[in-house]
T-cell receptor, first 114, second 112 residues
């Protein structure tokens, strides 16, 4: 079955620390990859996405993610986090093109201490 | 103001009652989706619709029903058959020919 794994349930960092959130997916042929963010009390928002081309993609608010096909991974990174990055982060994988289903990981809650 | 609206934000119902959650979009998107979010579980797909008058079951459709009579509307009914209906429900939509889903603000349903 298609699945998406996020390695950390809850990550606590101090401001200015570097962030890396892991995401792995099961093999499923063609995939499109997404990171969504849910700030407290707000909509689920698209942070960044990868469809093809350069495997290092940049998103909003200084986030980036690297697609490593051989490892079935799409890890999210930010060099220096801010208190305002406190949120829940979801990795999602679209298996099989636009008509396929978007499978979400269980989410990683990030708490940034000021 | 364009986007996806879900109403109400909070909904309380007694056990055994059916309840319908609203989802409307004015983005002219073709596809619409319903997800359920539980703490530590991520989002799980309930139902989806690629076009008007057509919809398919997702991974956890039991106890739910939907309709898609209009392109802009995709209401979800949580029936009394749903064993554990208390959850946060998210609606999403996607423009035809693209791969990105956009989400509404969600409805938090509590069954007492």
């Amino acid at each position: 079955a298609q699945s998406v794994s996020q390695h950390n349930h809850h990550v606590i960092l101090s401001e200015a620390a570097s962030l890396e959130l892991g995401c792995n997916y099961s093999y499923g042929g063609t995939v499109n990859l997404f990171w969504y963010v849910q700030y407290p009390g707000q909509h689920l928002q698209l942070l960044l996405k990868y469809f093809s081309g350069d495997p290092l993609v940049k998103g909003i608010k200084g986030f980036e993610a690297e697609f490593i096909k051989s490892k079935f991974s799409f890890n999210l990174r930010k060099p220096s986090v801010q208190w305002s990055d406190t949120a829940e982060y979801f990795c999602a994988v679209l298996f099989g093109g636009s008509q396929g289903n978007l499978i979400f990981g269980k989410g990683t809650k990030l708490s940034v201490k000021p | 103001d364009g986007g996806i609206t879900q109403s109400p934000k909070y909904l309380f119902r007694k056990e055994g009652q059916n309840v319908t959650l609203s989802c409307e979009q004015n983005l002219n998107h073709d596809a619409m989706y319903w997800y359920r979010q539980d703490p530590g579980q991520g989002l799980r797909l309930i139902y989806y619709s690629q076009i008007v008058n057509d919809f398919q079951k997702g991974d956890i459709a039991e106890g739910y029903s939907v309709s898609r009579e209009k392109k802009e509307s995709f209401p979800l009914t949580v029936t009394s058959a749903q064993k554990n209906p208390t959850a946060f429900y998210l609606c999403a939509s996607r423009k035809g020919g693209t791969d990105t889903q956009y989400f509404g603000p969600g409805t938090r349903l509590t069954v007492l």
